[in-house]
Every structure is written in structure tokens, then in C-alpha cells.
């Protein structure tokens, strides 16, 4: 596999990462997930100016963007995935430092790992929705930045597989916050309901997308706190991620949402969503 | 210098992570840092079983640790350490997994480094005592496993270090939580005071250590909830840790503390630790 690191194409094996990488040992990182559709990564932009936002607040000083398009590109080619669905992986850590010590050098030089997979589409997932568990959201405060810090999400991201589900939704102090790699929309009479962008939800480029969507098809949306107890009481309820794209939930902590069926308004955003990626080429 | 990757002693620059660490890509690791006064790591086996704690909570299956204090002691010796003050760093994550997915293989191989590092005493801290800033706590709701994602720890830390100041004690709730580095005790008409053990703080082992010795000292002590309002009534405030040991606040957030002289109860107990290590040599 060719991928990318610190300036060079090079092959995986020949990436070599030091044990004083900050990423390595603090989780002192930022990443984006991209969704090349054959072939063209989609939303590139705002993908690159959420990893801007991310590196920005937490100070990493990374500025060498103007060709990392080009790059993911390149690595779609020399990996023969130009006709494949895939996705690309960028990961910025603040660098190494030697020896290790919790407050970082300022003037350090960040380090840039790239890699692109031919990852399929959730075709199943997609159109027969997907059952969802419902966890307490015990991550810190600032849910709104990328990071590597992941520990909390990979450990319900595991629940959830292991209990034969898809993902996992958090909910704090009684309001819904998002899915482990995930936001979550719900439907009432018609409407949109989503929890608004703050520091506990990550501002998902998916999610972004749905509502621009739901201006432009005059679906009415709402971006708003979402109560515990309002749960059992949604039309339809469905995931928006980069790779999910718009998946329908049909079970959530063990009930049965809409019959069991994907929901009508879901279905319209998904082939709407569908139509933009397809559209661009 | 000599470390030790994976089951062998090498040299640093032979040490390669991959890019699809866990550690590295999700902060999925854990990890401790023992003192070693010469010529013995103080309080392994307490340390030791911190670490399998927190490898157990994470759910990694690491048990090779036979040779661990052996390998702790080779390190001392090829790094020409011996008559060193130092410090050791043991990390271990989840694995190499790939590709990137939140979810892991239970079956997978964990990955060990560490490193042994000459870390002198902080003498100044420890005599003179330190300034502290204050900072709410917003780190995730497991505060009590030593993990890698350690952003949180890292952003505080940093900007304590870039205000003048050594350390920062964070408050939940209205409630003293630690340090990002430090548990944090509390004097008041001769009483310890401590937060409790719980998920919102690390089961510190100079903690138990001090308070080990106020039952040998018959200093009174209780471990309770102290409320952002009782901050500034305490007769002394101290930090503990590892490398601080027991070291004295004189500001906290620019209120001076016990006329900005470490105050009799910290003096007493800082002296009573050193006898500690320097009775086991």
C-alpha cells in the first residue's frame, strides 16, 4: 500500500513512526475522514477547513495544505482505486518530542500521515436501516474538535458491535448528543429535529450537508436540544456520516422505530445526498 | 538510548511504531511512570498493578509481565542510569490494527514500549513550593484510568506552563477534582483533606502513599468532596505525584496560600516520604 507521510509517497512498510510522536503518546492529534466517489473526493473543502478548525483549536501550527488535494489523488491512482469506493485518512499529530513532557514545544514540527482504502458502501445498512444502542455521553467537553483522543468512542463503538449493533447514541444530562461516529437527525409531523452545534457534538459535514438539503426540498428543520423523553416519540430517526451517509435506524435500545422500516423523509435525504456525489461527476 | 519495544531491548532509532498503532490513531493505550531512586524503582508492585487496572478496564489483554521489573533495571543499567535519579515510562496499547476501524479485533497483540530517562528532582518546587491556576474540569467522566488520550491534560498543562505557573488544579461541578498531573491535598486545623477515589479522579500512588503516612503520623485525614467555596479557607495546599512526591502550593490562581511559605503539615509529610525511599536503599 502507498501512502503518505510527512512530505514523501512512500510504501506503508517504510512508515516509520517515533515512540515520541505526540499522537502516540498523548492522543495530542487531529483527523479527517474524506469520501472519494469515483472519481472525486467529496466536499474536499470543507473537510480541509474542519482539520484547519481542529488544528487551530487545539495550536497545532500546520499550514502545508496546498497540496495535500493533489496527494490524495495521487494515492488513489498508485493504489488502483480510482474506480473504487473509497475513503482517504488524514491524521496531523503535533509532532515528537523528546523527552516525553505533557506541556509541548511550540515551535515543533507537526507530522502528517495520509492512507486511502476501497471502503464499500453500507448498502445493507442504508437501506434496511440499522439498530442503535443508547449509551450516557462520558467524553469531555469539547466533542467539537477531531481529535485522536478517541478512547471513549472506540469503547462504546465496541459495545455496540459486540452486542450485534451499529452504533451507539449518547445522550448527557438527559439531552441526546450524537452516535460515536455519528450525528443523529429525528422526524416529527414532518420536521427535522437535530441537537444544535456546540461543544459537545462534532460539527458533521454530513449533517451540514442534510440540512442544506432540507432547505432546498422545504423540509422543515430545527436545530435544537433533544430531550430523554421525547426518544419513543419520533417518526423516524436516522445517522449522517461521512461513510454512513444517511442511515435509517430501525431498532433503538430495543425499540422498534417506524414498524421496523426506514422512514419516508430519510429515504428522500439519502437519494437526495446520493444525487450530490453523483451529480459532481 | 536503550529501550525496550515489543519484548527486546534495541536502540531508540530502531524502534518503529506503525501508523496503525491504536495508540497512535485512537489514544487506545495506557500507561505509568515509576520513579527510581537509586538504585530501586520505588513502589513497582503498586504501580504494576495500576497498570494491569487500567489495561483491565480498557479491556487489553496484556499478561507478559514476568520480566517487566527486570527489563526496568537493564534499561537503568545500559543507559548508564545507576546512580541516577530517573524515571521509567511504560505505554501499552491496544495493537496494530488494520485497516482504521473504531471498533477492535479482541484477539489482537498488544504493543509495549518503554523508556528510562535521567529526571531529577524538582528541589526549588519541593522547598519553595509552586503557583497553580485553576481550571474547570473537562476532561471524560474515567478520570480514574491512566490512558493516552490525553488531550485534555496536555491543553491545561500547557497553558499553566505558558502563564508562569507548574501545574493546574481543575474543579467539576463546584468540586476540586486534581491536577493534570497531580492528586491535590488540603490542610485545615491540622486535617488532610482529599477528594475521594472515584471515576473523576486517578487512584493516585503517592496519594495512598500520604496517606498512609498520616495513620503512621496520626495526622487526622478524610477523603470528601471539597467545594470550590472552602478554597481559599485552607490552612495549606499540597500536590502529589510521582516526580512532585509532596510538593507545596504558595498561589493558587493568585491568591496566596499560608503567606507564600510551604506550610508545617506539607514539610512534615515531604520529609517523611523521602525517609521512604531513602530507607529502602
Redesign the interface.
Known sequence: MI?Y?NGKIMN?GN?????F????????GV?EVIRYYPEKFFEFKLHLDRLKNSLHK??IDFNSFENIETVLYDLIQMNNLNDKLSIA?I?I?RGNQF??R???NENMEPSI?I?V?N?PAKIDDMKNGVKVGLEED?????CDIK?????????S??R??KNGLTEIIWHRNGFITEG??TNVCFIKNGELITPPLSNLILPGITRGIVLRLCKKLRIRYTERDINMSELYHFDEIFLVSTTAEVTPVIELDGNIINGSVPGPICKLLQSEYQKLYNSEN
Open positions: 501512502v507521510f506503508l512508515v516509520s513512526i517515533s515512540p510522536d505526540r499522537a502516540f503518546q498523548f492522543g495530542d483527523y487545539i495550536e485518512y491524521q499529530s523527552p516525553r505533557h506541556f509541548y500521515f492512507y482504502e471502503y462520558i467524553r469531555w467537553l469539547r481529535t485522536t483522543s478517541l478512547l471513549p468512542n472506540i469503547l463503538k465496541h455496540a458491535i460515536t461516529q
